[in-house]
């Protein structure tokens, strides 16, 4: 089984979903340019992540230069073509994107906190008859 990770970055590029093989399989890469705690932006990292199947789909909400944070898979496997060298393929298939940055709270109504619930006991709603 692979290692989740979490990374943030900008969108620096969007692939075309693209279909290998007669059973359907689908890809989508991506790739974002590094961001937040540790990154140096006078030596940007930039890093492509796949997504894969039903998952293509998640980059139609975003565009180039949106503010990310990716989850993403690590796994890999080795391949040995006949008569050559063995080679390693390493995949960071992510399965969830977020927006960050302001976008995250344009999405909320003015006037309503981000919580799903207000807390108890100080909520005003100890005298709702049901």
């Keep these: 089984m692979s290692k989740s990770f979490e990374a943030q970055g900008s969108i620096h590029s969007i692939g075309d979903t693209t279909e290998y093989g007669n059973n359907g399989f689908t890809k989508r890469e991506f790739v974002i340019m590094l961001s937040g705690e540790g990154e140096n932006s006078a030596y940007p ?3 492509a992540l796949e997504l894969i199947k039903d998952k293509c789909a998640l980059m139609d909400a975003y565009n180039i230069g949106d503010e990310v944070q ?3 898979n690590l796994s890999g496997r080795l391949w040995t073509p006949a008569g050559k060298p063995e080679k390693c393929f390493t995949s960071l298939q992510a ?3 977020e927006t960050l940055g302001a976008g995250n ?4 109504p003015p006037g309503y906190d981000s919580a799903p619930y207000p807390p108890s006991g100080d909520d005003g709603y100890d005298d709702i008859p049901f």
Excluded: A, C, K, S
């Excluded at 709270?105 to 909320?108: D, G, K």
């Design 45 to 47: 990292n930039y890093v």
């Design 70 to 72: 990716v989850h993403f």
């Design 105 to 108: 709270n344009e999405q909320v």
């Design 95 to 97: 399965w969830r994107i």
